[in-house]
């Protein structure tokens, strides 16, 4: 997910590659990151946060501690940590990082990987409004890009850092069905791509999920028919749960990290 923010932010135009220093502790990803991405490799963890006024932190919350044992010490008090490790509260963090850092807590999404993620992020009281527009511009260079409060981002944690699954299993069972139906697969997976692609456009231009329903679904129709498929087996209350879980799993990870 790092690899692939840095990739947003540079292609988004807000950095430059002679901007970016890389760390990752696997030597050949580190290599074929920097390759890819034409940035340099800081010779240590350390020697990256020496060098750097803004970290990105991107590792698994179970590799915190590892993280923290090869730093020598608290960040400095003029540097920006923007962290994406799911569930580690800003509290974590301060004790992770020290004090005086200003910090920051991001759920993105994979969907970075082509422009479009839903970013959503909350800040400590020690952020800047100067750091604060920092913060939107690296992100909006992504995709879309909300603020929130802190106690909120377990909850984007399971509808759009893990909703791109969810999403893709829906676009899957819609290319069947239209394969079911007699279409060829390939037809069928871009009908259904397309038809996710400009729902989620025409949402967020116009109004409601509900809207764009209601406006589909005539009396005695072809979508009634289908909407009542729907209901009746489930897909409402099985992406309801698949949020909620997603979501507890997110908080769960994050009090196991330390």
């Given at each position: 997910?790092?690899?692939a923010?840095?990739?947003?932010?540079?292609?988004g135009?807000?950095?430059?590659a002679?901007?970016?220093l890389?760390?990752?502790?696997?030597?050949?990803?580190?290599?074929?990151?920097?390759?890819?991405?034409?940035?340099?490799?800081a010779?240590?963890?350390?020697?990256l946060?020496?060098?750097?006024?803004t970290l990105?932190?991107a590792v698994k919350?179970q590799?915190?501690?590892?993280?923290?044992?090869?730093?020598?010490?608290?960040?400095?008090?003029?540097?920006l940590?923007?962290?994406i490790l799911?569930g580690?509260?800003?509290q974590?963090?301060r004790?992770?990082?020290?004090?005086e850092?200003?910090?920051?807590?991001?759920m993105p999404?994979?969907?970075?990987?082509?422009?479009e993620?839903?970013?959503a992020?909350a800040?400590?009281?020690e952020?800047?409004?100067?750091?604060?527009?920092?913060i939107?511009?690296?992100?909006?260079?992504?995709?879309l890009?909300l603020?929130?409060?802190?106690?909120?981002?377990?909850?984007?944690?399971g509808?759009?850092g893990?909703?791109?699954?969810?999403a893709?299993?829906?676009c899957?069972a819609?290319?069947?069905?239209?394969v079911a139906?007699?279409l060829?697969?390939?037809?069928?997976v871009?009908?259904?791509a397309?038809?996710l692609?400009?729902?989620?456009?025409w949402v967020?231009?116009?109004?409601?999920?509900a809207?764009?329903?209601d406006?589909?679904?005539?009396?005695?129709?072809?979508?009634?028919?289908?909407l009542?498929?729907?209901?009746?087996?489930g897909?409402?209350?099985?992406?309801?749960q698949?949020?909620?879980a997603?979501?507890?799993?997110?908080?769960?990870?994050g009090?196991d990290?330390?």
């Amino acid at each position: 997910m790092g690899t692939a923010l840095l990739r947003a932010f540079l292609q988004g135009g807000v950095l430059a590659a002679d901007q970016v220093l890389l760390w990752e502790i696997d030597p050949s990803r580190r290599a074929a990151a920097c390759a890819e991405l034409g940035v340099k490799a800081a010779d240590s963890a350390q020697d990256l946060v020496r060098r750097s006024a803004t970290l990105l932190v991107a590792v698994k919350p179970q590799s915190l501690p590892g993280l923290l044992s090869s730093l020598s010490g608290p960040l400095r008090p003029d540097q920006l940590v923007i962290s994406i490790l799911a569930g580690v509260t800003l509290q974590r963090l301060r004790e992770a990082f020290g004090p005086e850092v200003a910090l920051v807590r991001v759920m993105p999404n994979i969907l970075c990987t082509v422009r479009e993620s839903a970013s959503a992020y909350a800040t400590g009281p020690e952020v800047t409004e100067e750091q604060q527009a920092w913060i939107e511009s690296l992100l909006g260079s992504a995709g879309l890009v909300l603020r929130v409060e802190e106690r909120l981002l377990d909850a984007v944690t399971g509808l759009s850092g893990s909703g791109p699954a969810f999403a893709a299993v829906f676009c899957e069972a819609l290319a069947d069905g239209g394969v079911a139906a007699g279409l060829p697969r390939p037809v069928a997976v871009q009908l259904a791509a397309q038809v996710l692609l400009g729902t989620g456009r025409w949402v967020l231009e116009h109004g409601s999920p509900a809207q764009l329903k209601d406006a589909v679904t005539s009396p005695a129709g072809t979508t009634i028919a289908g909407l009542q498929a729907l209901e009746s087996g489930g897909l409402r209350s099985a992406a309801l749960q698949a949020v909620r879980a997603a979501a507890q799993r997110s908080s769960e990870l994050g009090r196991d990290c330390g």
